[in-house]
């Protein structure tokens, strides 16, 4: 009989999904492991196999379609000695089951329909978690939408599978005029009132552009952690002119080309095992203490910014460094990073010393502990040892801390510790 192919969940968060591309077409047999589409979400652009075999008999989602819900059907695929008059009188379901592998997946779409008896292909459905007893049954992605919107969302009817509450719920009961107390009373934050800002110009004074799925993703998610997490931000200076002779000297006998950035990698990965204070997570009501230095790096990409991670960095060496980040960037760019490869780590650093930033400061990469800000590499008129005046290259950094984790003594320590191996590159052979 025909069977459904579903729209997977890439993340855990996804709700919906671009499908950018079919690699196959109507009539074309294929058999587990062949990729069949391109689904875009907003981080990443991934490939999708099929986990069956069989003909597909009918394409129902054409590529560059948007928005397309998890577990919708966008295929049907048909068996072996099957044609498309198995097609006629079958309808896919609307929506059906929860969260898809190849991830463990919490946000979902509504259900409008009982499961088909076929397995779906390319979607591995697993039983719905039980709610918490002392926590709304309700989606990570409806909780964070509910905050910014000022919603209760005790007071928001869940229509997921088994009553749970998703950003769609969360969307209607802003529609119908479902508020907070604290939202009432002043004490939550709105949401941007799009025709207010709009009125404020000429129609002909500005084009407005969509703001895509990544931009909606950071406007939230930004809003989040400024409105939610306590900061504080300590800031130092480095002087970098033995680290600029050592990157000088090790790519001038080396094939692998070391950047700045590598050192900064590396003296942070190496500060945190020092001060490992500095490498933890707040979760309500605990600490995460993190055992190995996971350093998101900031990329810019067209239309916004991911953080791939770079794994283990205090294990890694100059040369193995300069190999991954450069991997990360260019598969970051490409929008061809796995979830597993972005989502996660245990600081973050953002460099816009290229840019000729001097100094700045950044918001927390929730629910990590620290973002470290660097700025760009100058000359400078400063006091010697002997009370001269005397120029040298010097770098700013910036650490920003959530407050409600890492005190300032410990953001200070840290600064200490990645001024010690910054400054004595050669320490972090040790």
């Known amino acids: 009989m025909p069977t459904p192919i579903l729209m997977p969940a890439l993340s855990p968060t996804m709700e919906s999904g671009k499908l950018s591309a079919w690699l196959v077409k109507e009539g074309d047999t294929v058999v587990s492991g062949d990729v069949m589409c391109e689904i875009e979400t907003d981080k990443a652009t991934m490939e999708v196999e099929c986990v069956d075999e069989g003909v597909i008999g009918k394409i ?13 059907a966008i295929a049907i695929l048909l068996e072996e000695g099957e044609d498309a008059s198995a097609l006629e009188g079958y309808t896919p379901p609307a929506i059906a089951g929860v969260a898809s592998a190849p991830a463990v997946v919490e946000e979902v779409a509504p259900a409008a329909a009982e499961m088909p008896k076929a397995a779906p292909v390319a979607v591995a459905l697993a039983a719905p978690k039980a709610a918490s007893k002392s926590a709304h049954f309700s989606s990570p992605l409806a909780r964070r939408v509910a905050g910014l919107e000022g919603i209760d969302i005790s007071l928001v009817t869940g229509t997921g599978p088994n009553g749970r509450i998703i950003k769609r719920d969360v969307l209607d009961a802003v529609k119908n005029g479902v508020t907070s107390p604290k939202a009432a009373a002043g004490f939550t934050s709105k949401s941007v009132d799009a025709v207010a800002v709009k009125a404020l110009y000429a129609d002909d004074s500005y084009e407005e552009v969509a703001a895509d799925g990544m931009r909606k993703v950071i406007a939230a998610r930004m809003t989040e952690t400024a409105r939610d997490v306590p900061h504080i931000f300590l800031t130092i200076d480095c002087e970098i002119d033995a680290l600029l002779s050592a990157r000088k000297g090790l790519n001038a006998s080396g094939d692998v080309k070391i950047s700045v950035n590598d050192f900064v990698i590396k003296a942070a990965a190496m500060a945190l095992m020092k001060v490992p204070e500095a490498n933890a997570s707040w979760t309500g009501d605990s600490i995460l203490m993190h055992k ?35 991997d990360l960037a260019t598969r970051a760019r490409d929008r061809k990073l796995q979830p597993s490869e972005y989502q996660g780590g245990t600081f973050s650093i953002s460099n816009m010393g290229m840019m000729g930033i001097k100094q700045f400061t950044s918001i927390i990469n929730s629910p990590q502990g620290a973002i470290l800000s660097i700025g760009g590499g100058e000359k400078r008129v400063v006091v010697g040892d002997n009370g001269e005046f005397v120029a040298k290259t010097m770098m700013t950094v910036t650490i920003a801390c959530d407050h409600r984790v890492i005190d300032g003594s410990i953001g200070a320590s840290f600064l200490a510790a990645f001024k010690g191996f910054i400054e004595q590159p050669v320490s972090m052979l040790l």
């Open 292 to 326: 190995h230095a996971d350093i998101s790096m900031a990329v810019a990409i067209e239309g916004g910014l991911i953080t791939p991670i770079v794994t283990k960095a205090e294990l890694k060496g100059l040369a193995e460094l300069s190999v991954n980040t450069k």
């Open 60 to 72: 129902l989602v054409e590529a560059g379609t948007e928005d397309v819900l998890v577990n919708a």
